[in-house]
């Protein structure tokens, strides 16, 4: 059975940092396509940040380039999202993505 789980959220000041990290189980890890993605409150959920084996093999929301970075690491099954010069406006639910399995979602308030 495939499982992803977050970690990593809390509470940052503006312009603070956190690195999330989606734990995989059930499956092998391997040029595939993950995915964070999040929910602010009274918000859709929007895709933040995708990793794969592409060309280019990352891609950002425009309102996360140059401070979010995804990567992946294989020999410990675990996708990260570092997260640098946080906003009020990236307080949401960060939930990591492979395919059709979701993590359950890890909470990000950014305030001062």
């Known amino acids: 059975q495939v499982r992803l789980v977050e970690s990593g959220g809390g509470l940052a000041q503006p312009g603070g940092s956190l690195r999330l990290s989606c734990a995989v189980s059930?499956?092998?890890?391997?040029?595939?396509?993950m995915s964070w993605y999040r929910q602010g409150p009274g918000k859709e959920r929007e895709l933040v940040a995708r990793?794969?084996?592409?060309?280019?093999?990352?891609n950002y929301a425009d309102s996360v380039k140059g401070r979010f970075t995804i990567t992946q690491h294989y020999a410990e099954n675990t996708m990260y999202l570092q997260m640098n010069s946080l906003q009020p406006d990236d307080t949401a639910v960060y939930y990591c993505?492979?395919?059709?399995?979701w993590g359950q979602g890890t909470q990000v308030t950014v305030s001062s």
């Open positions: 059930g499956f092998k890890l391997s040029n595939y396509v």
């Open positions: 993505n492979l395919y059709n399995w």
């Open positions: 990793i794969s084996s592409a060309d280019p093999p990352t």
